[in-house]
């Protein structure tokens, strides 16, 4: 097996280029996809200031090794998620990677900050995990964006990750999504402009690119993941590469150059706007359509007063 670049020893087959890689031309493939990606979308520009979302795995430290090594300046962001040792583990290798380097990683933590934890904030507030989780960390992130005055929000979105919720999204025909389900999203109503520049790269891709690179990850996935649909519909198109490869790419890339702007009006079937009007949230400050934002109105039920014998209150426990 030889490199299509060097004609040296590969080590590593990448089927939808029909090719394989040294080490070396391995990781410069990496770097010019995701610059291909950065300048086909324009996405960043220099001089900006970035933000990327980092969960200590390997698509969020892989992005962040890849910009700086692009020579963008880049600056982290942690959310604690309160799942048990798999956050606590991962916190440890965001930090770690950050700290090695010598770049600035700022962290909240919901249980800390919010008084809520994903697993029991969930229970409480009546929501399914994944659900509370996702909400949360869309608004801790756009927070710090906002905060700290950055000009984009990068997230280690991958092409498995894109293809299987465009996937979900074609099955149920979630018109008002397909037409959001772009790598960039520009700035609106005091959020940050979102970007997602490792979407030509796949999570064998990015693991690869963790190893070969020496960046230590998490690698358990989260143990709230199991039974998600998106494994499912992610697996589907696994089956399908396999036969096929490069299927992956042509349906998400020829979604992106042939279909999205046709959903890009597209409304929610309730009949509210997808971009609603904006004022300032009540409690918190964010951008929000209503008096109180999600977030807000999420941390609200998930911490609640509860009533507990002699007609007293309590706070809601929330595990450690
Ligand atoms: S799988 Fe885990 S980390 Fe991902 S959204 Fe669900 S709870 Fe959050
Ligand atoms: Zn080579
Ligand atoms: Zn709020």
Redesign the pocket.
């Known amino acids: 097996m030889k490199c299509r670049v060097c004609r040296g020893p590969a080590v590593i087959d990448v089927r939808r280029h029909n090719a394989n890689f040294c080490k070396q031309h391995f990781l410069r493939l990496c770097r010019d996809q995701t610059a291909k990606t950065i300048k086909q979308f324009s996405m960043l520009s220099e001089g900006e200031r970035i933000l990327v979302a980092v969960s200590g795995g390997k698509d969020s430290l892989a992005i962040w090794d890849i910009l700086i090594e692009l020579g963008y300046e880049v600056d982290g962001f942690y959310l604690g998620?309160g799942?048990g040792d798999y956050s606590d583990t991962s916190a440890e290798y965001a930090q770690r990677f950050a700290k090695e380097r010598g770049l600035t990683l700022h962290t909240k933590d919901l249980l800390r900050d919010h008084g809520f934890d994903?697993p029991n904030g969930s229970r409480a507030a009546k929501r399914a995990?994944?659900s509370a989780?996702?909400l949360s960390?869309r608004h801790c992130f756009d927070e710090a964006a906002r905060l700290g005055a950055y000009d984009a929000l990068v997230t280690g979105h991958n092409l498995d990750d894109e293809a299987a919720v465009l996937m979900g999204n074609v099955l149920h025909w979630q018109t008002e999504y397909l037409g959001r389900q772009l790598p960039v999203l520009a700035a609106q109503h005091g959020f940050p402009r979102k970007v997602k520049p490792l979407v030509r790269l796949t999570e064998r891709d990015t693991a690869a690119y963790c190893l070969l690179r020496g960046l230590d990850y998490l690698v358990d996935e989260?143990p709230?993941?199991a039974g998600?649909k998106h494994l499912s519909y992610k697996a589907a198109l696994n089956d399908i590469e396999r036969d096929s490869p490069g299927a992956k790419h042509a349906f998400y890339f020829r979604f992106l150059d042939q279909a999205a702007d046709r959903f890009a009006t597209a409304q929610p079937e309730d009949g509210a706007e997808v971009v609603a009007p904006v004022s300032p949230c009540t409690n918190c400050g964010a951008p929000c359509s209503n008096e109180v934002c999600a977030f807000c109105s999420l941390t609200m039920r998930a911490t609640e007063a509860v009533p507990i014998e002699m007609g007293a209150t309590r706070r809601r426990k929330v595990s450690p």
Do not use: E, F, R, S
């Open positions: 998620l799942i994903v995990p994944c989780c996702g960390k989260c709230i993941a998600n």
